[in-house]
């Protein structure tokens, strides 16, 4: 103990010498905020580039759950942008007579579907009436069109998939203006057949199929498909036409819901026009 | 006469209050400060003790931060010079060494000896001040210019005190 204090007095003008200039440089950062900030941001650079290194490590052992958030979020921006897209691709129909479509659009996830129930399939949406969702109304997805409402209740509704051989819906080949029927077969969830198709027509592997408007259904233009096949055995009047629908109903996750304002005026014009022939 | 440690006082209080009287504000060129304090404390006695040294050179600098504003620099220069002081005394020991307890001023070695001894000191000051000030090395030549040119101004002051100061202790 001695020992200490004396290497200490021998010392004492070297220590003394610390401590004033210990003393002096405190002053200096107390009293004059640029030093001081100064002190701090190179301090900060030094912690900061640490803290840097250690995070990359760390985030290293981390990929796995990183990679698993990464893919979540992908996949619902990606759902966000296709809705968007698919509002702005419907908002901007212009028919060719001025006939601007009055719609609204309801998303709806879809909760139940089936693809391989012979000729019947029905798809479940998670909207119904209290979202505004009615019979009869179009149910279209990301790529291509689904089907058409059955039946509604307070907050689910129950969808014909166009795999549904109940269900015909009246398209246009893109490229000649064409119209024909769209009829599933049973046989195939991504196969379709084009029906009433005239002989004389020309028709390509690869053309663009969409729904032609009539019967005031689907929205015009909507995408139905691209013909995958096109055969004709001598004595038919018309065309076998194989169509690879747009929608893969597999993965159908998403659907909107379609509500044309149009549909009740044109309905019973359509069926009075009729009714009186 | 006033003798002894009296004298040192009074040079030194001297020397502050004409620091912070006028010296404070004879700024040459923009460039050129006056430091004249540190004459008191380099003309203090060659064999004072090393912690006394030190606590002078620590109140003599908080004075002068008291008057400046700037914390804690002044103290940091004058206790680093009061501590150099000491070992360079030893490396210019002029021929016969020190008389005892002998005040470093003009009569040791006359001009030449004085400005081997004070214009280093001068220029450690100097340089110790005028880097805490920029803090850092952004603008290197201008503080290196600063130190130069005031380091120069100071002694030049200091001599003309030390030729005032002769005369008048004759």
């Known amino acids: 103990m001695y020992r200490i204090f004396k290497f200490l007095y021998s010392y004492r003008a070297f220590i003394l010498f610390i401590?004033?200039?210990?003393?002096?440089?405190i002053?200096?950062?107390?009293?004059?905020?640029?030093?001081?900030?100064?002190f701090f941001h190179t301090s900060n650079r030094l912690t900061g580039n640490f803290y840097q290194s250690k995070a990359d490590?760390?985030?290293?052992?981390?990929?796995?759950?990183?990679?698993?958030?990464?893919l979540q979020e992908n996949a619902r921006l990606r759902e966000e942008l296709k809705a968007k897209e698919l509002r702005l691709y419907l908002s901007e129909r212009n028919k060719p007579e001025g006939f601007l479509p009055n719609i609204d659009i309801i998303e709806a996830k879809?909760?139940?579907?089936?693809?391989?129930?012979?000729?019947?399939?029905?798809?479940t949406l998670?909207?119904?009436?209290?979202?505004?969702?009615?019979?009869g109304m179009s149910v279209l997805g990301s790529n291509g069109i689904v089907g058409i409402v059955k039946s509604v209740s307070d907050h689910f509704s129950v969808v014909y998939s166009i795999l549904n051989s109940k269900l015909m819906v009246s398209c246009r080949l893109n490229n000649s203006g064409d119209i024909a029927t769209l009829r599933w077969d049973g046989q195939n969830y991504q196969i379709s057949k084009l029906d009433f198709l005239p002989r004389h027509v020309t028709v390509h592997k690869g053309d663009t199929v969409s729904t032609s408007g009539f019967n005031a259904v689907f929205p015009e233009g909507s995408f139905v498909g691209v013909v995958e096949s096109v055969t004709s055995s001598q004595g038919d009047m018309f065309l076998d036409i194989d169509v690879r629908l747009g929608t893969d109903f597999s993965q159908l996750n998403q659907a909107y819901i379609i509500r044309d304002f149009n549909k009740p005026e044109l309905d019973s014009l359509q069926n009075k026009s009729m009714r009186n022939d | 006469m006033i003798k002894g440690p009296v004298l040192h006082i009074v040079i030194i209080i001297s020397l502050l209050i004409f620091q912070v009287a006028i010296g404070q504000n004879l700024i040459l060129f923009?460039?050129?400060?006056?430091?004249?304090?540190?004459?008191?404390?380099?003309?203090?006695?060659?064999?004072?003790?090393d912690v006394p040294a030190l606590l002078i050179g620590f109140f003599v600098g908080i004075s002068m931060d008291l008057f400046y504003n700037t914390g804690g620099m002044h103290i940091a220069a004058a206790v680093f010079v009061m501590f150099i002081r000491r070992h360079w005394l030893n490396l210019v020991t002029p021929q016969g060494g020190y008389d005892m307890g002998v005040s470093p001023s003009l009569e040791i070695g006359g001009i030449i000896w004085f400005v081997g001894y004070a214009l280093p000191l001068i220029v450690v000051h100097h340089a110790v001040l005028f880097f805490l000030e920029s803090y850092g090395f952004n603008a290197f030549w201008f503080t290196l210019k600063k130190v130069l040119f005031s380091s120069i101004f100071t002694f030049v002051l200091?001599?003309?005190?030390?030729?005032?100061?002769?005369?008048?202790s004759r």
């Open chain 1, 57 to 70: 490590i760390q985030d290293y052992f981390e990929l796995k759950e990183m990679n698993k958030d990464l």
């Open chain 2, 158 to 168: 200091s001599w003309i005190f030390l030729i005032l100061f002769k005369k008048s």
């Open chain 1, 19 to 25: 401590a004033l200039e210990l003393l002096a440089m």
């Open chain 1, 110 to 123: 879809v909760i139940n579907n089936t693809i391989n129930h012979f000729a019947n399939n029905y798809i």
């Open chain 2, 30 to 49: 923009n460039s050129a400060f006056c430091f004249v304090y540190i004459l008191g404390l380099l003309m203090l006695p060659v064999d004072l003790n």
């Open chain 1, 27 to 38: 002053l200096i950062y107390r009293f004059n905020s640029f030093q001081g900030s100064s």
């Open chain 1, 126 to 135: 998670n909207k119904g009436k209290e979202d505004g969702v009615q019979e």
